[in-house]
């Protein structure tokens, strides 16, 4: 696979995420695929940390999937363990048994059980794992653990990716200053349900699992089901959020706890801003597109059509190209059948209004326009003038670059 | 706008169309926004030609569009005027004037109502049409009907069409000799309910309105429905049926009468034909990629699957950059959330099963289907092992031309 030069997108600079007490991580190498770089991560969480976790819809999930799956009910995690290169999707039952030998080989590693080993694996599809390139990596990342490897760990699990992507905050629950750390990777195959990915989230926060999970599956509809590339959905989505509960705050149950908001407003806070790094890095990409749709009759109105904008080829094309062509937009709302009232729709580009009564302002500015979708981020916004839903969607534009770089993924 | 090169996948040599007794048609230049070629067409029906159509599913539909709809019930046509390069869409009461002035003019040209008249336009979005431009070229366009300027009308509607696209078919009802003629545009903005397209297909049977109808809706469900090119469904989809009555063949009332399988028969062949042509001239199409479903819990389901892998602009690149990545394939399959077994799927490229028990068989040939989608005309089965259900689909592969194309329509 050819390298890609770094998106024109990338932040300027990466945070330094600060350690989280009672998670230590390491990355290796076990050469299953890429030459030269990491492309394995161990994470090991102390006694008493809880998991959450969120997976692809797909019905053709990978092995790595199915596992979480299985184990996430017990809510209890000792150890991550995340490679890059070979996907383990569509393996059958060869894919199963390299899962269990990952599992089996990290939970004798760390002295564990199996099934408080997650897994993730990302690459191509229907290769085998081959698990014992892994395992014997093990004793070597075991010895490698520290605290504040989470750029190497965030550098290991890319794969067409140009940057590594991290994000980190702080908030407080009862007084006590909490932190949470997470990476991500992905940029092609990214669709919304769980927006292609895999996304490791960890915090040193208190929470019991189920509370865990009900905090994670919301912050989650505020962000990376907010993405999308090419409306591609993976096999291997994976978001996981593990809690230490070093913090010493007090374990509140009820995920709407007014007592929690600070701690929801940093999770969506690392969970948004890793999701726009991926539409950052989306494959290809020379722009990040928001779109915001309102006045839909719901929420979930709103963004199908916010997706629909996003995901049509016309319109990403459109922006790769500066060509400021409202009336694919106009066709992308049309073509979702949800409701939408034409003669008072109104679309702005940049913030300026280029439609009203059904028709194009005798006031639109055609220059602002195309000048708006010259530059690196565009806006569009959508009004369709029936209720009161919104939705915020983020994707990038469609060019050659996505073309090249998914021409030839395998060679 | 620029001109593109004529697809590769081009027919060798177009047909030549029969005359329809009671239909004569011509072409003509507006110069609206095309320089050096014919971009209106007047078609003439004798008195006692009936009609039926169908049009775009979108919200957001076209003046024409709305136009075509509410003469319908009226079932009867005297004319058609089509126009290529600007498509009358989103231009509020100012686009509903130009219709009807369009409508008024043919009808004095001709000596018929308003309501017999069928508009159809294409082109850019949002631009009001000038129909004082078509109006002033109607005369000129009715001193040049002849039953033959099939080829010339099949041209005029082209946009970003890189060739004509014509098909013929006769048939026999009663013992009479029936001919079908279509004609049809379409290239991009291209997607299953109602294919984003404009076809025009007008026959010598004599069949009630309400019958054509239900011989339009069927045979579309077979042909422009089984079309897709990059998902984006057009604000314009119009299909018209005309039945000039000349044929002297008794007219069955019942749609599915066995009097009228050969009639049928011939409706989706032209249809069809039809399809396949826009299909090979999708924007920057190398190649005509068929996708059939089977095994689906019912026919709908399967038809999803179908196009989920025919929109999957990973699937689509694959095929472009001729890399036999059948894993998105999977990965397609398993987004729809439809029903299919993972475990018992068998992909097939180029007729040569790929998997089997929920992995790649051993004896897959890599090479065997790499030289497959090297070809001009790739084929891929699926069978998700559920039930019964069947669907083909037919579409192109994502390539840089379809970015070129795109990137800037209007300039």
Not at 213 to 220: D, H, R, V
């Amino acid at each position: 696979m050819a390298a890609h030069s770094v998106s024109p997108l990338a932040p300027s600079q990466y945070p330094e995420l600060p350690a989280i007490a009672g998670l230590q991580l390491a990355a290796g190498h076990t050469g299953m695929r890429y030459k030269g770089r990491n492309d394995v991560v161990l994470m090991a969480f102390d006694r008493g940390t809880t998991a959450a976790g969120l997976f692809t819809r797909s019905t053709m999930p990978g092995a790595p999937v199915e596992w979480c799956r299985k184990i996430l009910p017990r809510g209890a995690a000792r150890a991550l363990v995340v490679n890059a290169g070979i996907a383990n999707v569509f393996t059958g039952k060869a894919g199963q048994q390299a899962v269990k030998t990952t599992a089996d080989g990290a939970a004798r590693a760390l002295g564990c059980r199996s099934n408080e080993v997650y897994l993730a694996s990302t690459g191509v599809i229907g290769q085998i794992l081959p698990a014992e390139k892994i395992v014997a990596q093990l004793p070597k990342l075991k010895a490698a653990l520290s605290g504040t490897s989470w750029m190497d760990a965030a550098r290991a699990i890319m794969t067409t990716d140009t940057f590594p992507k991290l994000a980190t905050a702080t908030c407080e629950i009862d007084g006590k200053t909490v932190t949470i750390n997470g990476i991500c990777k992905g940029s092609g195959m990214i669709a919304p349900d769980m927006a292609t990915m895999l996304a490791f989230i960890a915090t040193d926060a208190k929470l019991p699992a189920n509370t865990l999970q009900a905090l994670l599956k919301s912050a989650n509809n505020q962000s990376f089901n907010c993405l999308t590339v090419d409306g591609d959905t993976s096999t291997s989505d994976t978001v996981l959020l593990f809690a230490t509960g070093k913090a010493g705050n007090t374990p509140y149950e009820k995920a709407t706890d007014r007592r929690l908001a600070d701690f929801r407003r940093a999770l969506v806070q690392v969970m948004a801003e890793l999701a726009q790094l991926i539409a950052r890095d989306g494959e290809g990409a020379q722009k990040l597109v928001t779109i915001r749709v309102t006045g839909a009759k719901n929420d979930t109105s709103a963004r199908i059509i916010a997706r629909a904008i996003a995901n049509s080829p016309l319109v990403k094309t459109a922006i790769a190209g500066a060509d400021a062509n409202w009336g694919r937009i106009v066709m992308a709302v049309g073509k979702t059948a949800e409701p939408a009232d034409r003669d008072r729709l109104v679309i702005r580009i940049g913030g300026k209004p280029v439609t009203a009564r059904g028709m194009v302002r005798p006031d639109h500015d055609e220059a602002f326009a195309t000048k708006h979708f010259r530059g690196r981020d565009v806006r569009i916004d959508v009004d369709v003038a029936v209720g009161k839903g919104a939705a915020t969607v983020w994707t990038c534009d469609l060019t050659h670059g996505y073309i090249d770089i998914n021409a030839d993924y395998r060679s």
